[in-house]
């Protein structure tokens, strides 16, 4: 991947619906090389999807909490019971005194209540530690560029 895949990256990060015209003009190609550029990233897998981000309090689901999840055995084969709770959004294997970290959302917390009687349902669960966040200060994407590729977007023109 060199500097034009990963500047492309981050544009379409910020937005994915401008045209292939104004990312290839942002780095410097024709529109159908941006296009060709997007589709072999896309193919090696370096974009997974293409997706609207959806503010959450809008959809009801304002309450978002990490639940660190204690197990009286490997949890490593439990992720369809965890994907089977549609208010979990990530599920993680992790190292340390829990088994299992999930970021869920909820309506309410009474709705929070519930999906940790839920997650307690799954074989091995001994235990739940839920955190409820009550401010986001901000969250970003991981971003493509490396460090010192944070400059500006645009490929310098003096250097042709």
Known sequence: MDHIDRVLLARLQQDATQSYAALGQAVGLSAGAAHER?????ERGAIRRTAAEVDP???????LSYVMVDSTS???DSADAFAALPEILE???IAGSASVLVKVRTTST???QDVLRRIYAIDGVSGTQATVVLETFFERPLSPLLPDEAGPLLPDKADD
Request: glycine fraction near 10%; hydrophobic fraction near 50%; avoid cysteine.
């Open 57 to 63: 309090a809008s959809v009801g689901s304002a309450v």
């Open 38 to 42: 997007v589709r072999k990233l896309r």
């Open 74 to 76: 490997w949890m490593g």
């Open 110 to 112: 009474e709705h929070l």
């Open 91 to 93: 599920a993680h294997v």
